[in-house]
């Protein structure tokens, strides 16, 4: 479970250059639960994952995860806990390592650095196993080097790293975003698999207002760094595409206007 | 070449070979270009060779001259983490403040060894084998203990996490790695490597010397590149351990330059050789490739 309460993030605190990113966010994510999060371009999506990952530091507020406060607690001491993909393809995985090395990494992730072997055969079992579910032929790969894979397939294996060790929240900041449709699709679709499995609490960031209705099973969207809305049950399925697009017009009419309209096409 | 020469350069080469390991461990691992190594070289010459001449144990002078420069690599990552400052920057800073307390660690410009007793010397007439073939097996032991452990460190689950820290913070961050310690650590250890390298340098040359450490980043730099466009592989062993045939390499080479009458070099002309050799091996792969393509593009037509 995830809670955040009255959760403040301040940039350039004090300088000319203030920016005041999320403005007192109240939320609550039981256990299991899929939350898709939308809102425009500066709104404070990303700036909400990577505060409950612990990229960045809260000004004010709390983040607990169940009934334990991690507020204080910095983004390595929360990866026990977290697993996130990135938007970026390339920044999910190490080019430099071969694709055994980064899943090594991963399979690692809230344990101590020891000095053990990295890898073993009982490892490389574990990630040929988990990589034939891409269906890419990635499972004879594995000593290629990450960098020499392709964007799709980087993110693939970036997913399946995620799901490695026994997390409870998966954070997704717009993890389909870079890739072509067919690829996006198959992502999605073992995105779906993985939370399905371990029973995750998710949060998806994402600018697609399809994909965001047809995943999970509560949408919130962000504007100016607040919660302007939050969807769920039946109201929720009674949406569509062109009802969030109305939400988000009235969003920029009653507040200033949105940066960028390509997001209201990104349906 | 004669012989007593050709020992000499293969000896010295070895002793760079732990400086290539460093030089290795910093700009290719954790992408964090160190120029320190210029001043901690020094530094464990300066501190082992004081200590040698204060009658200290010769294995424990040499094991605080490599803590000496391990600490001077916490000083420059201490320098880039804490205060941001760029990790250039930072290592000329040390480097620079390196001059000053090496001549206050030695107490004058150099200090002889000459008549001290030095790690070499319980290994005098070993299986009775003549001196200038003791120092260079002796070196070569050193050397290849020294590569064979960081290559086995960089396999573990911590050397691992400091390969990622080099190549993707972000990603080793999101993986509960702590970036900061891993930066601590492979300063720590590779400037160790190098003042390790400078306090056998100091006994098997007989001196420590203020100046001695000026230029061991392109040296190291050189023997770095030199290796690994000789030996391209992905195993940490062959990587490792071609850091220190790079350097053996380079030093022949430099070595053979100055020993052709017919180029008419003299050992003043150094500095320019090891530029020209080191700009040709930085130079080399990029033609190289630059051919290769060419090849594949005519075969096409």
Not at chain 1, 185 to 193: E, G, R
Not at chain 2, 277 to 289: E, G, H, S
Request: net charge neutral; glycine share 10%; with cysteine.
């Amino acid at each position: 479970m995830i809670s955040c309460k009255d959760l403040h993030v301040t940039f350039n605190r004090g300088l000319p250059t203030e920016k005041l990113a999320l403005r007192g966010i109240d939320l609550t994510i039981p256990q299991g639960e899929f939350v898709t999060v939308i809102g425009s371009n500066g709104a404070g999506k990303s700036t909400l994952l990577n505060t409950i990952a612990g990229d960045i530091k809260s000004t004010k507020g709390q983040i607990l995860f169940g009934d334990r406060d991690v507020t204080k607690l910095p983004a390595t001491g929360r990866t026990a806990d977290i697993a996130r993909v990135f938007q970026d393809p390339l920044a999910g995985t190490c080019g430099d390592l071969t694709v055994e090395e980064n899943m090594a990494l991963a399979y690692g992730r809230g344990q101590r650095g020891r000095l053990s072997s990295a890898l073993n055969s009982k490892m490389r079992n574990v990630f040929r196993e988990q990589l034939s579910r891409l269906n890419l032929g990635l499972e004879n790969r594995l000593e290629s080097e990450m960098g020499l894979l392709s964007g799709g397939q980087r993110q693939s294996v970036s997913l399946l790293m995620s799901a490695l060790q026994p997390s409870t929240i998966l954070l997704l900041d717009e993890h389909t975003a870079a890739l072509d449709p067919k690829t996006a699709a198959l992502i999605m679709d073992i995105t779906s698999q993985i939370i399905a499995e371990k029973q995750l609490t998710v949060m998806m960031v994402t600018h697609s207002m399809r994909q965001a209705l047809d995943h999970g099973s509560r949408t919130i969207m962000l504007h100016e760094g607040k919660i302007i809305f939050d969807l769920s049950g039946e109201e929720r399925a009674g949406y569509e595409v062109k009802d969030l697009l109305n939400l988000f017009a009235q969003a920029r009419t009653d507040g200033e206007e949105l940066d960028d309209d390509k997001l209201l096409l990104g349906a | 070449m004669s012989l007593f020469s050709f020992l000499g350069t293969l000896e010295i080469g070895l002793i760079y070979g732990l400086v290539a390991i460093g030089v290795y461990l910093t700009f290719r691992i954790l992408d964090f270009p160190d120029l320190t190594v210029d001043g901690s070289f020094t530094l464990g010459a300066a501190v082992t060779a004081t200590l040698i001449v204060m009658g200290v144990n010769v294995f424990l002078a040499t094991l605080a001259g490599t803590i000496a420069a391990a600490c001077a690599g916490l000083v420059t990552a201490w320098l880039n983490l804490r205060f941001d400052i760029l990790h250039l920057l930072a290592s000329i800073l040390t480097m620079t403040a390196l001059y000053t307390i090496n001549l206050r660690v030695m107490g004058k410009p150099n200090v002889a060894l000459i008549m001290e007793p030095t790690i070499l010397t319980p290994f005098e007439g070993i299986f009775g084998l003549p001196d200038m073939y003791m120092r260079v097996i002796f070196v070569a032991v050193c050397a290849v203990i020294g590569g064979l452990l960081v290559a086995w460190f960089l396999k573990t689950q911590y050397g691992l996490a400091m390969r990622a820290v080099g190549s993707n913070k972000r990603m080793a961050q999101a993986n509960g790695i702590v970036v900061k310690q891993k930066v601590y650590a492979g300063l720590a250890l590779s400037n160790g490597l190098v003042g390790l390298a400078g306090a056998l340098f100091a006994q098997t040359n007989g001196f420590a010397d203020s100046t001695m450490g000026i230029g061991t980043i392109v040296v190291g730099l050189a023997a770095v590149i030199i290796g690994q466009s000789l030996f391209a592989s992905r195993s940490m062993y062959v990587i490792v351990l071609s850091c220190i045939v790079g350097s053996v390499l380079y030093r022949l080479a430099v070595s053979m330059a100055l020993n052709a009458d017919f180029l008419g070099f003299s050992a003043s002309d150094l500095n320019l050789i090891t530029a020209v050799l080191v700009a040709l091996a930085l130079i080399f792969p990029k033609l190289r490739n630059e051919w290769k393509a060419k090849q594949a593009a005519r075969n096409e037509a």
